[in-house]
């Protein structure tokens, strides 16, 4: 046989490697009557073991932890050894003939440290596995192994087969292996006391699935208000809206598993746990109005349990029923506007209100807020504002223009300056062709119209606007009511706006910039409005600020 030729035997450094034992001790194993002959040897002189050999003499002496619980002999039964404890796990155990075997279960919404950490934690187990998220083809969910690492004296060479670290462990095989079904519980219901409390040939229990919100703040808070307060019905909605939705995601689990969990099907998997009904309760019941007067009660409070609420409903929906959402970072000295705007800002003293749980700022800068739209802000410690951005103004004058920065600001006729409101789902950004110009053109449509209406979605329909924010404009440019009316009704864009986008050259189309051009690369706007351009006669006149 060619020694090139790929082979599946194990060199006496390969058997090593795969045992775990420095190469000495297998020289010396291999003279032992019980120890596996080598199958052939190469005409170098070089003898190989076949690897199932090895693995079989491994798991009856002792060192079945060297080997994947797939080849591992099935046990009629195995004795199962109840649970062990882990960081944000649970490890059911089984005594089998060969060693240990430790199925660990990540539990619901819980910090899971990793594998590794999780090994550590088992000492003395043979053969991990771990459920993993998702489902084979024959409906039984995912499992993985994982053999422990080890580094020899001397590595195999380009002979040996090397079978260490992570491997898949179907469904079936573990069942086989344990000589019993193995219990499954959905992610939802993967909750330590029930997996402790559960033993081999126990019925499914039925219990309530864990949500992914801190339920148990959102209903102590409601209590403290009269259920027909806007506080309790926005509060007791939620919280039995997201139970609801727990109980959904166990059952989706379970109908994932198909056939593998039928009766009259083999008896690999059995079902431990199935979720508590709960009625559905949908949001959109409560009018928008009741919504954010329910929620504006919570946020101006001080106390901790209203700031577990807060964060509650950040993490559920980014807080699409607050007044305000889309923490955004703020640069002061960007642009005359910004300058503006956090000079008006106001220092707020503790206890803060519940609202600025909306904020996660670097550093402890004081904590601020807007007088015109009570929005909270927080000082960086780099210098700029976390400042979350309303997601409607409360003005009483008309749009009188548009300053493009970060966040895009708005001033209204009465002088008054605002940063253009966004809803909670939405970024807004120019320059370029997609969703965040969008959201601008849609959004500044509507405050054309309506200083007061909520920040928007991007609007495929919205296309006369598009082709302005679209346009690479330099950071600070001033867009007149004029201007964008105009542009709305289809009218062409300004020269003077080509002239800012395309580095002075007002015929330039967007297609014909580079695409590595960004408003950060194009010329100072100051020097874009000395290049002499007539503008279009019905056009307006204007310039950077």
């Excluded at 229990?205 to 209590?223: G, K, M, S, Y």
Aim: charged fraction near 20%; charge should be negative; include cysteine.
């Amino acid at each position: 046989m060619n020694d090139a030729m790929p082979f599946t035997g194990l060199t006496l450094s390969g058997v090593a490697h795969k045992l775990g034992v420095p190469r000495l001790h297998v020289w010396w194993r291999a003279k032992a009557a019980d120890f596996p002959n080598p199958r052939t040897r190469l005409a170098n002189g070089t003898d190989l073991w076949s690897a199932e050999e090895v693995e079989t003499w491994a798991l009856t002496h002792g060192r079945g932890r060297r080997v994947p619980l797939t080849r591992w002999p099935s046990s009629t039964p195995a004795e199962y050894a109840g649970t062990r404890d882990l960081t944000g796990a649970i490890a059911q155990c089984w005594h089998h003939p060969a060693g240990t075997i430790a199925l660990v279960w990540r539990l619901t919404e819980q910090y899971h440290p990793g594998n590794a950490q999780h090994l550590k934690e088992l000492p003395g187990v043979s053969a991990v596995v771990f459920v993993d998220n998702g489902f084979d083809i024959y409906g039984y969910p995912d499992l993985s192994g994982t053999l422990p690492t080890h580094r020899p004296a001397e590595p195999p060479n380009r002979l040996d087969t090397d079978d260490q670290g992570r491997y898949d462990v179907p469904w079936p095989t573990l069942a086989t292996v344990i000589g019993m079904p193995v219990p499954y519980w959905p992610y939802a219901l993967r909750h330590a006391e029930l997996i402790q409390a559960w033993s081999p040939g126990d019925p499914a229990v039925t219990a309530p699935a864990a949500p992914f919100l801190d339920t148990a703040a959102l209903r102590e808070l409601a209590d403290t208000y009269p259920t027909d307060h806007p506080a309790a019905q926005v509060l007791t909605t939620l919280a039995r809206h997201v139970a609801h939705q727990a109980m959904q995601d166990a059952l989706s689990d379970l109908n994932c598993l198909g056939s593998a969990g039928s009766p009259g099907t083999p008896p690999a998997l059995r079902i431990a746990a199935r979720p508590l009904t709960v009625p559905e309760a949908d949001l959109d019941a409560l009018t928008s109005t009741t919504r954010r007067a329910g929620w504006l009660e919570v946020l101006a409070r001080t106390d901790t349990l209203a700031a577990a609420c807060v964060r509650q409903a950040r993490q559920f929906n980014s807080g699409q029923d607050f007044p305000y959402s889309n923490p955004t970072q703020v640069t002061i000295d960007s642009t005359d506007a910004s300058r503006k705007w956090a000079d008006r800002l106001r220092p707020v003293a503790p206890p803060l209100p519940a609202g600025f749980q909306f904020l996660s700022a670097p550093g402890a800068g004081p904590a601020l807020i807007d007088p015109l739209t009570d929005a909270p802000a927080r000082q960086c410690d780099d210098g700029t504002l976390l400042v979350a951005i309303p997601q409607r103004l409360p003005a009483t004058s008309p749009l009188a223009e548009v300053i493009l920065d970060h966040p895009v600001w708005v001033r209204t006729q009465d002088g008054a300056l605002w940063p253009l409101p966004q809803d909670s789902r939405a970024g807004i950004s120019w320059g370029y062709s997609g969703s965040g110009p969008g959201t601008l053109a849609q959004t500044l449509a509507r405050l054309l119209d309506d200083i007061n209406a909520p920040g928007a979605h991007a609007d495929p329909d919205q296309k006369a606007l598009r082709r302005l924010t679209e346009l690479p404009l330099p950071q600070g440019t001033v867009i007149t009511r004029a201007e964008l009316e105009a542009i709305r009704a289809g009218k062409p864009i300004p020269a003077r706006l080509r002239m800012l986008a395309h580095g002075g050259d007002p015929y330039l189309t967007i297609q014909d910039v580079p695409p590595t051009r960004n408003p950060q690369q194009l010329q100072d706007p100051d020097q874009a409005q000395d290049e002499t351009e007539t503008p279009d006669d019905d056009q307006p006149t204007g310039g950077t600020r």
